[in-house]
């Protein structure tokens, strides 16, 4: 089947296993499962709860906007997560008023087939609330909490949470979601082997205390039934050199880590891995003088053709060889490693199938960024509204990005530039980093996109000046993307 296909297919099953799509898509979902087996057996898995007590769809609070849910559909949350572009993890499925609400999220899917889950459903009082740990799952990749919350939150109320072991050790949270303020999942860090007992405590600002529960747990059981590999893996992609050193396969998630290296070299303004801007770590004297962690979601299709930002194929792509499967990316962790210098980071992806023995890896594009021959900067003035003709020219070697115009677009700044040179390399090859001093303080650009091959978008936080300084900091030069092979039979 065209990959393509099977991506609009897989929008489209929680429509077609409800029972409420059109008879135009009954009627190509149907062509679409009579020659796939995949799709097929995903619809089936749609067709019966992932988990047996909750019920939800893969969303952040962020996103739990009361009685939207009732009626929003599976094509609409995308869409809708695509417009409101913020941090949150992205809603996968809206179902009927009337209908039991379910968490059918298919990264548990292979945990409650083999009936991993630890059943807790113990509850406690925190202020007006009730909070319920209904299950978890302690997966070689990360520790999920499922609780409830009657009555539900409201969009001023959070609940925190913190977990350590019995040895006093504390997991860091990775973040959570929820449906209506009364259903949630939070991911935290895997728990050591030898953890016997998890201490959860649960706070809001609104209510004094906070809520306690002891819960004795096996990490061991679901160890048992995962996979952790150290292939060892290093090339060269020009100066930078990338390794793939650990990988876990869990059954909920799979998680590849890897480390980017490169020369000391005073000309490198650092690497960006994909889209994400360069990132270095600054030593001083006495160390590191200064890190930085980032987090990036892979953005859905409708994303990417809504907001044109998102280049296709800047992200990491893992293949299930054995099988004939890719595995969706949901998120790409980075920061800058204080020993090296250099950038280390991890690729989560859904979980692979217990079947696989042969996994191939590729790399996001890495772009090298160096510094210009010289400082350049320019001082503009802002549009408040509309937009202003302007003039300027930025140049790095034998690219130059000639500024047009700026506009005031959505309470942002927006500039937008010309580019030419670039010795005939194939478009989008290069990433300009510009920023502007607002003030007395550096704002970094909010996004950068390609209009064509000779135009570049590059948006701003609205300045609160109207004079500010744009400085051209750095420019990336695209490399390839390399592939890895992993043995998963080990």
Sequence with gaps: MINRECEIIKDLLPLYADGVASAATLEMVEQHLAQCTGCSELLEMYRQPALPVLASDKTSRLSDIGGFWN?????????????????????????????NLALRDPSFHQAGQMDLFTEVNQSQKLGPYSITVNKILLDSARTTIFYSVQPGLDGDNNINIKMIDDKGVQYDLRGDRGLHGKYFICDLDPVNLDTEKIILSFSTGQAPGDARFEIPVDPTIVAQNTRELYPDLKTKVGPVELDVDRAVLGLSESIIFFR?????????????IGLDRPMFTVMGPNGPSSAESRVSRTPTAPMIKEYGAFLPGNWADLIDVTNGKRIKLNETHTQTDPVTGGIKGSFYFEPVEPSARELKLTSPPLYLYRFPEKEQ???ID??????????????????????ERAAAEDNQLALYFKFNGGENKPPFYYRPDFKIKDKEFWQEHISLEWLDEQHIKVTFPKPETDHVILQLKSVGEKLPKVDFKLDAAR
């Design 71 to 99: 009626r929003l559909r599976w094509v609409a949350v995308v869409l809708m997560a695509g417009i409101i572009i913020t941090g949150s993890t992205i809603a996968w499925a809206s179902y009927q008023a009337g209908r």
């Design 260 to 272: 980017a290296r490169w020369p000391q070299d005073q000309s490198i303004a650092g690497v960006g």
């Design 377 to 379: 900067t320019l001082e």
């Design 382 to 403: 802002c549009p408040r509204q509309g937009e202003q003709a302007l003039s300027g020219v930025f140049n790095s070697g034998t690219v130059t990005f000639a500024l």
